[in-house]
């Protein structure tokens, strides 16, 4: 009958029982093991530690983009309903194991997600850059108006319209030489541009051509 190790450790993705013959020959090696390899391997699983936490905060559209296993996001979903502090922290200490577990390939793409969950897409990027730019065109010109609306022809118009006049009048300085101050409205325009850029595969940015007449023909050059 051959001999059940029920406990263990994880080193380098590799379940290591205690008393088995790669425990021993691991243990071994550890003794002839310099003080910096020993300080090197606990900071890759610190730092494995570290991002299995991350991967609670994780948005769910960047979570589902990942190789994961499912015994992980099973993890990673107890983890966020577990309120007790020694729970919490024993199933933290859990995922770390699992994290051990996983191809480099995989720790690579959960750090590239959390670097675009922290600095945003290069699309969501682009997409505020383009909301600033097209909230301050249609600001300052009325023939932005006929542009945005052929790019982006689901806005509410007569909102839009709205908007864009009171947004006007709160610039207005109450007394000459005082600072422009921006009102709801200002935030307002913004969000809905955003909103709908934001649904758009290839939004484009305010030009001088977008000018078009009411009934929604281009006017002429």
Not at 40 to 47: F, I, P, T, Y
Not at 80 to 105: A, C, H, S, V, Y
Request: net charge negative; proline share 3%; hydrophobic share 35%.
């Amino acid at each position: 009958m051959s001999r059940k190790f029920k406990k263990g450790y994880f080193v380098r993705g590799e379940f290591v029982a205690e008393g088995s013959d790669r425990d021993i020959e691991l243990k071994a090696e550890l003794k002839g093991t310099d003080d910096q390899s020993r300080t090197d391997l606990k900071r890759e699983s610190d730092e494995l530690q570290k991002l299995g936490e991350d991967l609670l905060a994780m948005r769910g559209d960047l979570m589902a983009r990942l190789d994961l296993t499912d015994k992980l996001r099973d993890a990673i979903a107890e983890a966020k309903r577990i309120t007790n502090f020694e729970g919490k922290r024993r199933q933290m200490q859990f995922i770390g194991k699992l994290m051990r577990k996983i191809e480099p390939d995989v720790i690579q793409s959960i750090r590239i997600a959390l670097t675009e969950q922290h600095s945003g897409s290069a699309h969501e990027n682009l997409v505020l850059h383009l909301s600033e730019s097209w909230r301050d065109r249609l600001m300052a010109n009325d023939d932005a108006f006929g542009g945005w609306i052929i790019q982006c022809p689901d806005t509410d118009s007569q909102q839009l319209r709205a908007l864009i006049r009171q947004a006007r009048k709160d610039a207005v300085p109450e007394k000459p030489g005082d600072a422009v101050r921006h009102g709801r409205a200002y935030r307002d325009i913004f969000q809905i541009v955003r909103e709908q850029l934001n649904k758009s595969e290839s939004p484009s940015a305010p030009t001088h051509s977008d000018a078009v007449s009411e009934d929604g023909e281009e006017e002429a050059q």
